[in-house]
Structure formats: C-alpha cells, structure tokens
T-cell receptor, first 114, second 112 residues
Framework: AQSVTQPDIHITVSEGASLELRCNYS??????LFWYVQSPGQGLQLLLK??????LVQGIKGFEAEFKRSQSSFNLRKPSVHWSDAAEYFC????????????FGKGTKLSVKP | EAQVTQNPRYLITVTGKKLTVTCSQN?????MSWYRQDPGLGLRQIYY???????DKGDVPEGYKVSRKEKRNFPLILESPSPNQTSLYFC???????????FGQGTRLTVV
C-alpha cells in the first residue's frame, strides 16, 4: 500500500539556521510529490510540487525540495529559517495523473527559537 | 480571487443533531474532496468527487455523506454526529485527481 512517512513529529531550529524536513514514500513508480504548510488556524498552502524533470524544485517562501528516486525521498529544505516559518509541514504523494488520491504524511511541526 | 470557501468555520453541536458543512470553489475544478485532521493522524480523506454526481468513499467515510449536484459545491453532511467526529475538517479542490489541491480554511467541529 502507498504510504508517506515523515519521521520527525516536531523539530526546533534557531532563527537563521538551516532546515531540512524529511519525507519518504512507499510506491512502486515515481509519484507526484508535494509539500504543504499549515500555519496555526489556517488551511494548507502548497509550498512546492514535483511531477517530473529537474529533481531539485524551488517553491515559495524560499523553500526547495529534492527528489531522490534511489532513496524514495523528497526532503524539504530552507537555508535560513525565519520566525514566520513556524508551522506544520505536510508531505503528500499521488500516484500520478488520474490514478489516485493525494496521500498525506502525518506532518512535522516546526518551532523556531529566537 | 481563486479560493475554496467553507462554512461555518466553527461549530459546536450535540450528538445526533444533523448538520451540513458547506464547501464552494470558484476555480471550475472537477475534483473535490473532504478531509479530517486529527492530532497525530495527519489528514485523512473522507469522501471525494471526480465530477458532478460522481462521488466515492475515501479512507474514513463512516458517519458522513456528501453530494455533488453542482460543480462548484460539495457539502459534507453528518446525519447523526457523534463525539468521535469532533475534528478539524478541510475541503479541497483540484483540477485533476492527484494534482495539487487547494484547501479551504477549515471547519472546527465539536460534538458534545
């Protein structure tokens, strides 16, 4: 069965430090891959997506993610975290095309220390 | 502005009292879905719709109903709510199944 794993439930980083949030998926073929962010009291906003092509994708708010087929991973990175990045981050996958629904990981909550 | 609108944002109700949460999108998307979000469980899909009059169960459909009579609207119906349906609910729409989803602001439901 398809699954998405975000191994870190909660991460705390200092403002200005770099960030990497991990995401691993279990699926036979290369799926469509997404990262969403949820600020407190808000809905989910798309940060970036990968369908095909260049494995390093750029998103909004200075985020990027790298697809690594050999590791079935799609980790989210940011070189310098801002206090406003404190939120919950969700990785999601879909089989691709009209083949199936989005499947979400359980999320990683990011706290930012001043 | 492209958006998904849910109403109400907050709702407290009593066990067994039927309720409807509305969802509307203005992007002419064919695919719409409902999720519930619970601590430690992430987002779980309740129902989805691939087009008008086409709906199907997601991962946790028990206790819920949906309808899709118009392309823009996808209401979630709880015929007889129970306390285990206390949750944060999100409606989402996308151009195609499996593509990026646009989410509403959420409805926090409490069933007492």
């Amino acid at each position: 069965a398809q699954s998405v794993t975000q191994p870190d439930i909660h991460i705390t980083v200092s403002e200005g430090a770099s960030l990497e949030l991990r995401c691993n998926y279990s699926y036979g073929a290369t799926p469509y891959l997404f990262w969403y962010v949820q600020s407190p009291g808000q809905g989910l906003q798309l940060l970036l997506k990968y369908f095909s092509g260049d494995t390093l994708v750029q998103g909004i708010k200075g985020f990027e993610a790298e697809f690594k087929r050999s590791q079935s991973s799609f980790n989210l990175r940011k070189p310098s975290v801002h206090w406003s990045d404190a939120a919950e981050y969700f990785c999601a996958v879909a089989p691709g095309g009209s083949q199936g629904n989005l499947i979400f990981g359980k999320g990683t909550k990011l706290s930012v220390k001043p | 502005e492209a958006q998904v609108t849910q109403n109400p944002r907050y709702l407290i109700t009593v066990t067994g009292k039927k309720l409807t949460v509305t969802c509307s999108q203005n992007m002419n998307h064919e695919y719409m879905s409902w999720y519930r979000q619970d601590p430690g469980l992430g987002l779980r899909q309740i129902y989805y719709s691939m087009n008008v009059e086409v709906t199907d169960k997601g991962d946790v459909p028990e206790g819920y109903k949906v309808s899709r009579k118009e392309k823009r609207n996808f209401p979630l119906i709880l015929e007889s709510p129970s306390p285990n349906q206390t949750s944060l609910y999100f409606c989402a729409s996308s151009l195609e199944l499996g593509h990026e989803a646009f989410f509403g602001q959420g409805t926090r439901l409490t069933v007492v």
